[in-house]
């Protein structure tokens, strides 16, 4: 009876250690699913802010280019009516 | 300090107090994350809305403009093809008449007001506590003002802006103004610049003898000025300038020698305009009518410079701060010259145009106590035609009392002068019989400017915020000193 494997205490013992480890091991287990799921929260987030941003951006140079558009526009038209804008 | 401006909720996962009568407290601490995260999720959701919003409200505007330009590039398209070059207008009159090309530069205005916050922000700010709500106090005030606004105002600094814009486009235009009259006024006494050199050189001759030998010849000049009594009429006004000018240099012998401007009558030591203008810049205004005795010269023989003496004293125009260089100069002098100014000045000043301020010295002489008792003889045939001249020049702040256009009623303005009132009452009496219309006239003139003034403060008020744009110009305004008259008639009819 003494001559059992130390295995087979943690074995015997895992009787009252076992539903406690278990319940660490699965809290582990929950807290890495929560990290992931967390850390994929932020992943978006990030992703939010940086297409925001880029986004942003290009509607910038955007509106440059339909500005100098604009302009251009108003001297062509401006070039080719013939007095008809008299005041 | 920076704000965060878009937040997602449950900052902290896991961190939340457990009920206490639980057993499995890991479970409940991981049930507990789940369930904020879920939240988080949520305020995740509603931030990519907030983003993708804002973006297609963007791309929106920037659709709508495209369009318009790709239908203006159309039009264009059309009307170059039909573009003949035989049929090209040369004839010069098309040159002259054709409507000169300006290109529009919209300029942003408005960016960073309450409206134009992004909406989490403005979340963010409602759920701040707000303001005490001291607007109820309101309806207690005398003056009409929102009694909130004396707690915290965010309009305040646009409106201290506005204010000063306005007052310095005006400023602007009142020199621009006086720059045009005292033109039109110097093509007369152009020709006394000689003379102003030649008592130059009196003077450092004079000063070669030693200081001790300039003071007699400068009363026998003084008292030859009060005979002449010449502040108005051409000749004893130059007269008059060069001996003020020649008194300054004798009482200042320490300031250099300024060069005498070609339109400057007293040629101001600068420093000592700067100084005196915080000094003298309430009895400038008033224009010598509140006069203290050591005072008096500087106003009677200043008049056409005398309407902007303050604002000059910023360092924005050069020439003319007249009133300030007599003060300095006039220190030694100033008992006898007052005494002798005043009475002999309504006499010449019917010649001059420039004559306004000194018909004030007279009417009002609370000041003058001890000088009033020589000048009312004088005073009556003298009062009849000063006032004429008087009305136009004043700005229309409606004096509080002294001034000159308000000239004869304000004895009884003067409470606290009874006893020198005694002698201006027979000053004011005859003369108002002799105008009284003129005075109807002027009081009516001075409710009409009032009714104006409110009118512009209702245009003020309606036009409300548009005005950053047209502030904007007005400062162009200001920036661009050009002395073109049609230009300056322009912003004169569009400021009123």
């Known amino acids: 009876m003494l001559d059992r494997p130390p295995s087979c205490n943690s074995s015997n013992m895992a009787g009252q250690e076992d539903p406690v480890q278990r319940e660490i091991h699965q809290d582990w287990a929950n807290r890495e699913y929560i990290e992931v799921i967390t850390s994929s929260i932020k992943k978006i987030a990030d992703f939010l802010n940086s297409f925001d941003m880029s986004c942003r951006s290009r509607l910038a140079t955007l509106n440059e280019k339909l500005t100098a558009l604009e302009r251009r526009i108003e001297y062509i038209e401006a070039r080719v009516t013939k007095g008809e804008t008299l005041t | ?496």
């Open chain 2, 1 to 496: 300090m920076p704000l965060v401006t878009r937040n997602i909720e449950p900052r902290h996962v896991c961190r939340q107090t457990i009920p206490t009568t639980i057993r499995s407290e890991l479970e409940c601490v991981t049930n507990i994350s789940l369930a904020n995260i879920i939240r988080q999720l949520g305020s995740l959701s509603k931030f990519a809305e907030d983003v993708f919003g804002e973006l297609f409200v963007q791309a929106g505007e920037f659709a709508i403009r495209v369009n318009t330009l790709g239908e203006r590039v159309d039009r264009l398209q059309v009307k170059v093809t039909q573009l003949d070059p035989k049929e090209e207008e040369v004839s010069l009159q098309a040159i002259t008449t054709r409507k000169a090309f300006r290109s529009s530069v919209t300029q942003d205005q408005q960016l960073f007001t309450r409206p134009s916050l992004p909406i989490p922000v403005q979340d963010t700010y409602t759920i701040c506590d707000p303001p005490p709500p001291l607007n109820q106090l309101s309806q207690y005030r005398d003056d009409g003002k929102e009694a909130l606004k004396f707690y915290t105002d965010p309009s305040y600094f646009f409106d201290l802006w506005k204010e000063k814009m306005l007052q310095d486009t005006k400023d602007i235009m009142k020199e621009k103004r006086k720059h045009r009259k005292e033109k039109k006024d110097n093509l007369n006494p152009r020709t006394l610049n000689p003379r102003k050199i030649k008592t130059r050189k009196e003077e450092w001759e004079r000063r070669k003898m030693g200081e001790e030998f300039v003071e007699p010849k400068n009363e026998m000049m003084n008292s030859s000025e009060g005979l002449n009594g010449s502040i108005g009429s051409g000749e004893g006004f130059n007269s008059e300038n060069l001996e003020l000018s020649t008194n300054s240099y004798a009482y200042d012998p320490s300031s250099p020698l300024p060069a005498p401007g070609p339109d400057d009558m007293l040629p101001p030591p600068p420093p000592d305009v700067a100084y005196n203008g915080g000094q003298y810049g309430t009895p400038n205004q008033k224009r010598g009518s509140m006069l203290s005795p050591t005072h008096p010269p500087p106003a009677p023989p200043i008049a056409s410079p005398l309407p902007n003496s303050r604002p000059n004293l910023s360092p924005l125009s050069p020439p003319p701060a007249p009133p300030p260089p007599p003060p300095p100069s006039g220190f030694g002098i100033p008992p006898p010259p007052p005494g002798f100014d005043t009475p002999p000045s309504p006499p010449p000043l019917s010649s001059s145009p420039s004559a306004y301020p000194s018909p004030p010295a007279p009417p009002p002489p609370p000041a003058l106590s001890t000088v009033s008792p020589p000048p009312p003889p004088p005073m009556p045939a003298g009062g009849g035609p000063p006032p004429p001249p008087p009305p136009p020049p004043p700005p229309g702040p409606p004096p509080p009392s002294f001034n000159s256009s308000a000239a004869p009623p304000p004895p009884p303005s003067g409470g606290g002068v009874v006893a020198p009132s005694s002698a201006p009452k027979p000053q004011p009496a005859p003369a108002s019989d002799a105008r009284s219309d003129l005075l109807q006239a002027i009081r009516q003139g001075f409710n009409l400017r009032k009714v104006e003034a409110q009118r512009e403060q209702e245009k003020r008020d309606t036009s409300g915020n548009d005005v950053a744009a047209i502030l904007s110009r007005r400062i162009a305004v200001e920036c661009s000193d050009s002395e073109d008259d049609s230009s300056e008639f322009d912003d004169d009819e569009w400021s009123e």
